[in-house]
C-alpha cells in the first residue's frame, strides 16, 4: 500500500529536549515537505525537499532542521524544542514537486512544555 | 509571494443541499490548484485538483471551477451526505513548484 508513515504520532516533552519526527515514503518520491498545522492557520510549509541532499526552507523555518539522505525518508528535527513548536506536523511527499497530488501522513502532535 | 484566502471559514448544511467553498490566489503565476479534505485525526487528502488550463473538473458529486482573470476558485459538493463533513483546504502551488500554499480552512457539517 502507498502510504507516508509518519512517527510518532503523539509525544509530550520538555523544552530544550532534542527530539526528531521520522517520515518515510514507499513510493520512490523525489519531493517530500514538511507543514505545520496551527488553530486558525491553516497549514504552513517548514523544510522542502526536491531530491537526494537537496533540501530547502519553506515559510517557518526556525527552529527546524531537516535531511534528506536517501530518497525514502525525510526526518524533522528539532534541536532545541521551544513551547512554540507546539502543533500537528504533517509530512507529504509527491513525485516531482509541488504542482502534483501531495500524499501526506496523517500527523505527528507535538506538545512542548 | 503567493497568499491563498478562503472563505467560508464554517459551513453548515442539510444532507442533500450543495455546498461551496471559494479561494482567491494572488499570484497569477500559479498553475496548480487542489482541495484537500481533512478527517479528525489524519492527514489532509486530495479530492480534486485543477490547472491553469481548465475551467472546470467534475468527479461524480464533487466539482472544481477556475477563473484565472479573477484569480479565484471555487469547490463545489452537491448532494450532500454526513460522510461529507470534514475540514476543507483549498491550496496553490506556487509557480517554483517548491510549496503548496494552503488557505485557512472550512469546516463543513453536514446535518441529516
Known amino acids: 500500500e502507498a502510504q507516508v508513515t509518519q512517527n510518532p504520532r503523539y509525544l509530550i516533552t520538555v523544552t530544550g529536549k532534542k527530539l526528531t519526527v521520522t517520515c518515510s515514503q514507499n513510493?520512490?518520491?523525489?519531493?517530500m515537505s514538511w507543514y505545520r498545522q496551527d488553530p486558525g492557520l491553516g497549514l504552513r510549509q517548514i523544510y522542502y525537499?526536491?531530491?537526494?541532499?537537496?533540501?530547502d526552507k519553506g515559510d517557518v523555518p526556525e527552529g527546524y532542521k531537516v535531511s534528506r539522505k536517501e530518497k525514502r525518508n525525510f526526518p524533522l528535527i528539532l534541536e532545541s524544542p521551544s513551547p512554540n513548536q507546539t502543533s500537528l506536523y504533517f509530512c507529504?511527499?509527491?513525485?516531482?514537486?509541488?504542482?502534483?497530488?501531495?500524499?501526506f501522513g496523517d500527523g505527528t502532535r507535538l506538545s512542548i512544555l | 509571494g503567493e497568499n491563498v484566502e478562503q472563505h467560508p471559514s464554517t459551513l453548515s448544511v442539510q444532507e442533500g443541499d450543495s455546498a461551496v467553498i471559494k479561494c482567491t490566489y494572488s499570484?497569477?503565476?500559479?498553475?496548480?490548484f487542489p482541495w484537500y479534505k481533512q478527517e479528525l485525526g489524519k492527514g489532509p487528502q486530495l479530492i480534486i485538483d485543477?490547472?491553469?488550463?481548465?475551467g472546470e473538473k467534475k468527479d461524480q458529486r464533487i466539482a472544481v471551477t477556475l477563473n484565472k482573470t479573477a484569480k479565484h476558485f471555487s469547490l463545489h459538493i452537491t448532494e450532500t451526505q454526513p460522510e461529507d463533513s470534514a475540514v476543507y483546504f483549498c491550496?496553490?502551488?506556487?509557480?517554483?513548484?517548491?510549496?503548496?500554499?494552503f488557505g485557512k480552512g472550512t469546516t463543513l457539517s453536514v446535518s441529516s
Open positions: 525537499s526536491m531530491n537526494v541532499e537537496v533540501t
Open positions: 485543477i490547472r491553469s488550463n481548465v
Open positions: 513510493m520512490n518520491h523525489e519531493y
Open positions: 507529504a511527499s509527491s513525485t516531482e514537486n509541488s504542482n502534483q497530488p501531495q500524499h
Open positions: 499570484d497569477s503565476a500559479s498553475n496548480y
Open positions: 491550496a496553490a502551488s506556487t509557480w517554483t513548484g517548491t510549496a503548496l500554499i
